[in-house]
């Protein structure tokens, strides 16, 4: 046990990350052609409902869907359906928690793949200014509360507004750059289309187009561009507490050289500056385990499941992993 | 009957005491400590034991402390002046345990020590490099005056109205300054008076700094002076406690040592 | 008549200088069972010092005046990384002639040096390399100038925990590397730079296994042994002293194996803090070992602080690495040059966790301001969790050994006692 423990410690969790992401992405982009389905409605959280052959659909899709329905049957019997549904996503976040951001979610895995290619032309990559980044780190909120309430505007009328149109149905599809870019790699490019059915869809799928342009030059010059602009973080980040895999660290223990922040793809400074919290995932953080895999101090960051480790920073396996390199 | 030995070899004075099986002090000498003090220190403990009619088998364990502690090759132990002085003056019945703050002015430095509830260094301090509040800074004043050293105590005794001031604490310019105030008419008694007063307040400064507690345990050799103690009271506004001699404290603390070592290596033999 | 007073002085410092190197030596030898593979760094110590010696290095060196210059970055320009800082009482001396009574031993031992060997010094040296630290450095630099040396002033930010900070010194970085590559001639490239990142990081990986051989209680190793291994790195060729390191750890290894131990199995354990010791002024660390304690753990700049951290990059592009060895040299740092220093308070005490700390000695420079005002908070944090803390001002001279060695002992007296009672 303690060899087992000590080879995970000691293990390039970049490489594992990498295959393990290539193999989700298989999974839920191709997983149609072997008729996997982790539940197209209601099991959440997978991909993208507009890649035909998907494994899976993520959980916004239906969510936005199930809201769409006045607010007295919302508390009814249609309810249940919101509910099992926000019950099913819950479950299984409580499981993975936003590991699922790092190693399963589609668009977090093209995003890595697009930095790697940055890498390969030797281009820099650029960081937010403190500002950008805090003001930044709102727009998912933002965004998430827009999906939540278009979706119920529809079937209600909020705040004395008129209903609104249907051409909102799952409004935060329409600018989500997954919808676009993930059929592309089954060869659909039936998605790059501004639809000009009605004024609604026209600015919807209009703004859908340029956030697709914006992904792609986003995130070659910032590594995961997107993931902080993501409702679903967002919405992952709100029963983040109650997850079950948690990323921890030992302040006492912390030497602040920074090593984790410096490998941090989201840019998340309390990883390293943060002495007293003791469970350190923040909105933005996907937990991709690259801080832990940094950190020279024997237990000091650590991520764990049920209060057991996982994965934990050892001086052997930082100078495994650094020492040996280029 | 069994005796134990400390020996205190100081820059000016070494001070030798044995003490028997009860922990009493069974004899002490002073003697001083010249420059050939390993030899002076032998001379001076062969001439106790031969006055006292002790045989050097029947000395237990020995204890040497002081400045010259490690060239004293024929003790068993050497320690630190400041952990013998504590254990001297916890042991000295002296009012002990009513105070936590020991001043021990020597020759060439002085200390203030620190105690903890049970009477053992919780914290000490030490002047710096030079000779300023020490033995030798009154020993300089007494020449200077024309006085004995031993006579400093009944001279500021004597002193009415108000003490002369003497601001240099380095010991050559003190000694200027000492010169100019007789010659600006100044009596001896009020010289001397200002000299404790200069003394006592420079110690009480360092001793402000760790913070002292309750009444203060004064020995070294300068406590018989009666002025000088004086100051201290008046500068430190506490009640002082000086033994009866309490230039033997630190060597009486190193033969109370030895009687703890050698009481525990007996038990060591024995288990 | 001028030059023949100059060289006279020299002559007569040098032989003071290498008077105290025996010295020091001599003492530091002075322990039973020493190590053997500490034999290679005895006779480094006396080849280069003590018997007048010098050193060989192939390509342009570069003085460094700091713990906060990144040798990765000079190592992968092609030029050899040196440190400057000097611990040598006669060239305190030598150095009085250019700074204040009350300056810091070691910022004057290290003008001095360079005034007296300034002959041999401004050959050598491509460049030296003064990070604008604390004020003794930074002024040191300016004189050192005006001597004819090629001094590069590397600006560091006096605060470390905001991130213009941070940017502030990865661009200053950015600048000294521009200017490493001018003096060389030589171009840093990724594999440069990675090369010279894993040669670091790897005589930190050996550093950190003699720091951990050193937490062994009853104790492996002497920390005088351990303080000389890590002066050495000042000046030695980096791949022999990793293979001498190296050596030493497997020793102690097959040591700690076999249960054989160094020094009194209850000897007092320290940490050693404040001013760093440099060789030859290992005049407490000795005093210490020699009166029955061990000095377990470190954080000074000459040591720990020196060895202790490694760089991590994330990609092996120079955009990444460069900033990533900046990093490394500012962020873990604890040197009290830097306000809002809590990361010192914290490090001490999770060292003095870690190590089984008795006790605390503080050493100061008597004229380092910035180590004798953190003293205060140190003390305090100390006092809350029951480590006594003994407090030593002093200087390169043996003046005060006397008066050293007392408070010394009476210092380990009381923790002997408090341990015993316990």
């Known amino acids: 046990?303690?060899?087992?423990?000590?080879?995970?410690?000691?293990?390039?969790?970049?490489?594992?990350?990498?295959?393990?992401?290539?193999?989700?992405?298989?999974?839920?982009?191709?997983?149609?052609?072997?008729?996997?389905?982790?539940?197209?409605?209601?099991?959440?959280?997978?991909?993208?409902?507009?890649?035909?052959?998907?494994?899976?659909?993520?959980?916004?899709?239906?969510?936005?869907?199930q809201l769409n329905m006045p607010l007295s049957q919302l508390f009814s019997g249609r309810g249940i359906g919101l509910l099992t549904g926000f019950i099913t996503f819950l479950l299984m976040f409580v499981l993975f928690n936003k590991a699922w951001c790092g190693f399963a979610c589609p668009l977090g895995t093209v995003q890595d793949w697009i930095t790697k290619l940055r890498n390969r032309f030797g281009i820099r990559y650029s960081t937010y200014s403190e500002t950008v980044f805090s003001r930044q780190k709102n727009i998912k909120y933002v965004l998430l509360a827009l999906l939540l309430l278009l979706s119920l505007g529809m079937s209600n009328s909020l705040f004395g507004m008129q209903k609104l149109s249907g051409d909102f149905s799952t409004s935060y599809c329409m600018i989500c750059p997954g919808r676009t870019v993930l059929p592309l790699f089954t060869g659909d490019m039936s998605q790059l289309v501004i639809d000009f059915s009605s004024k609604t869809k026209t600015v919807l799928t209009g703004l859908g187009m340029a956030v697709t342009g914006l992904f792609f030059t986003g995130a070659f010059v910032k590594k995961r561009f997107f993931c902080l602009l993501c409702p679903m973080s967002a919405l992952q980040y709100i029963f983040s507490k109650a997850g079950l895999l948690r990323l921890k660290k030992d302040g006492m223990k912390c030497t602040r050289c920074g090593n984790c922040y410096r490998v941090c793809d989201v840019g998340i400074r309390e990883i390293a500056d943060d002495l007293e919290s003791t469970m350190i995932v923040q909105d933005d953080c996907m937990m991709c385990l690259k801080c832990v895999s940094a950190c020279p101090e024997e237990g000091c960051l650590k991520a764990t499941f049920l209060g057991l480790p996982v994965y934990e920073a050892t001086e052997q396996g930082f100078f495994k992993r650094m020492g040996g390199r280029s | 009957m069994k005796y134990f030995c400390g020996i205190d070899i100081g820059s000016t004075a070494t001070k030798i005491v044995l003490t028997d099986e009860e922990g009493k002090i069974a004899a002490h000498t002073t003697a001083p400590t010249g420059s050939h003090f390993h030899k002076n220190a032998v001379e001076a403990l062969e001439a106790l034991l031969c006055r006292q009619q002790i045989k050097r088998q029947d000395i237990g364990y020995i204890v040497s402390t002081g400045y010259g502690r490690k060239l004293f090759k024929e003790a068993d132990e050497t320690i630190s002046e400041i952990t013998a002085n504590a254990a001297g003056a916890r042991n000295s019945g002296e009012g002990a345990g009513t105070f936590r703050t020991i001043i021990n002015i020597g020759g060439q430095d002085s200390k203030i020590i620190l105690l903890d509830d049970e009477g053992h260094v919780k914290h000490f301090t030490m002047n710096d490099k030079c000779a300023a509040g020490t033995g030798r800074f009154l020993e300089m004043a007494a020449r200077n005056l024309e006085i004995e050293v031993d006579e400093l105590g009944d001279y500021h005794m004597k002193s009415t109205g108000v003490p002369a001031t003497i601001n240099s604490t380095c010991t050559v310019f003190a000694e200027s300054e000492i010169i100019s105030l007789m010659a600006g008419g100044h009596s001896r008694e009020a010289i001397v008076a200002g000299i404790h007063y200069s003394i006592a307040r420079r110690i009480s400064r360092l001793a402000g700094k760790i913070g002292i507690e309750d009444k203060v345990f004064f020995d070294g050799g300068p406590a018989l002076n009666r002025g000088l103690v004086a100051s201290f009271e008046d500068e430190l506004m506490r009640e002082i406690v000086v033994p009866e001699t309490p230039q033997i404290t630190t060597a009486f603390g190193a033969a109370v040592i030895a009687q703890e070592a050698f009481a525990a290596e007996g038990e060591k033999i024995n288990v | 008549m001028h030059t023949e007073r100059f060289e006279r002085v020299k002559k007569s410092t040098n032989l003071h200088f290498t008077m105290e190197a025996d010295e020091a030596l001599r003492k530091i030898e002075d322990f039973p069972s020493n190590p053997g593979a500490m034999g290679y760094f005895y006779d480094l110590f006396r080849s280069v010092y003590a018997n007048g010696g010098s050193l060989t290095h192939k390509g342009t060196i570069i003085g460094t005046m700091c713990v906060q210059v990144p040798e990765e970055l000079i190592l992968a320009a092609g030029a050899v990384p040196f440190r400057l800082c000097n611990g040598a009482h006669a060239f305190d001396q030598a150095g009085a002639e250019f700074m204040p009574a009350k300056a810091c031993s070691l910022a004057r031992a290290t003008v001095g040096m360079l005034h007296i060997n300034r002959s041999v010094h401004k050959e050598r040296l491509g460049m030296v390399v003064v990070p604008a630290t604390c004020d003794q450095k930074r002024k040191a630099g300016e004189l050192l100038r005006e001597m004819g040396y090629n001094v590069y002033i590397l600006e560091v930010p006096s605060s470390k925990n905001s991130e213009e900070a941070r940017h502030y010194w990865q661009n200053s970085v950015k600048r000294f590397t521009a200017e490493l590559q001018h003096l060389t001639g030589r171009k840093i490239t990724k594999k440069s730079l990675g090369t010279a990142i894993n040669l670091t990081n790897e005589a930190r990986r050996?550093?950190?296994?003699?720091?951990?051989?050193?937490?062994?209680?009853?104790?492996?190793?002497?920390?005088?042994?351990?303080?000389?291994?890590?002066?050495?790195?000042?000046?030695?060729?980096?791949?022999?002293?990793?293979?001498?390191?190296?050596?030493?750890?497997?020793?102690?290894?097959?040591?700690?194996?076999?249960?054989?131990?160094?020094?009194?199995?209850?000897?007092?354990?320290?940490?050693?803090?404040?001013?760093?010791?440099?060789?030859?002024?290992l005049k407490i660390p000795l005093l210490l070992e020699q009166s029955g304690a061990i000095v377990a753990a470190d954080e000074v700049c000459s040591s720990t602080r020196m060895l202790y951290d490694a760089v991590a990059y994330d990609e092996s592009a120079l955009y990444d690495m460069i900033p990533s060895v900046a990093d490394r040299y500012l962020k873990p740092c604890t040197c009290p040059f830097l306000v809002l220093n809590d990361d010192r308070r914290r490090r001490l005490k999770d060292m003095a966790g870690q190590f089984a700390i008795d006790g605390?000695?503080?050493?100061?420079?008597?004229?380092?301001?910035?180590?004798?005002?953190?003293?205060?908070?140190?003390?305090?944090?100390?006092?809350?969790?029951?480590?006594?803390?003994?407090?030593?001002?002093?200087?390169?001279?043996?003046?005060?050994?006397?008066?050293?060695?007392?408070?010394?002992?009476?210092?380990?007296?009381?923790?002997?006692?408090?341990?015993?009672?316990?």
């Open chain 1, 1 to 65: 046990m303690k060899r087992l423990r000590q080879a995970i410690n000691n293990s390039d969790i970049s490489r594992f990350r990498f295959h393990f992401q290539l193999f989700a992405f298989g999974l839920l982009i191709y997983g149609g052609y072997l008729a996997i389905d982790f539940g197209s409605n209601y099991i959440p959280a997978f991909a993208c409902p507009f890649v035909e052959t998907r494994g899976g659909t993520c959980y916004l899709y239906p969510l936005q869907h």
């Open chain 3, 206 to 281: 050996q550093f950190r296994r003699l720091y951990n051989f050193r937490k062994i209680s009853p104790p492996v190793v002497y920390g005088k042994d351990a303080l000389l291994v890590s002066n050495a790195y000042f000046f030695d060729d980096k791949e022999r002293w990793l293979q001498a390191l190296t050596d030493l750890n497997n020793e102690l290894e097959l040591k700690a194996l076999k249960g054989e131990s160094v020094g009194n199995r209850h000897a007092p354990r320290i940490l050693f803090t404040g001013s760093p010791p440099v060789f030859p002024h």
């Open chain 3, 360 to 422: 605390i000695v503080y050493q100061i420079f008597s004229g380092c301001h910035l180590y004798e005002m953190e003293q205060r908070t140190i003390a305090k944090t100390f006092a809350d969790s029951g480590i006594p803390l003994l407090f030593l001002e002093t200087d390169y001279s043996q003046e005060d050994t006397g008066q050293l060695s007392t408070r010394i002992e009476a210092f380990l007296e009381s923790i002997k006692a408090r341990k015993r009672r316990k």
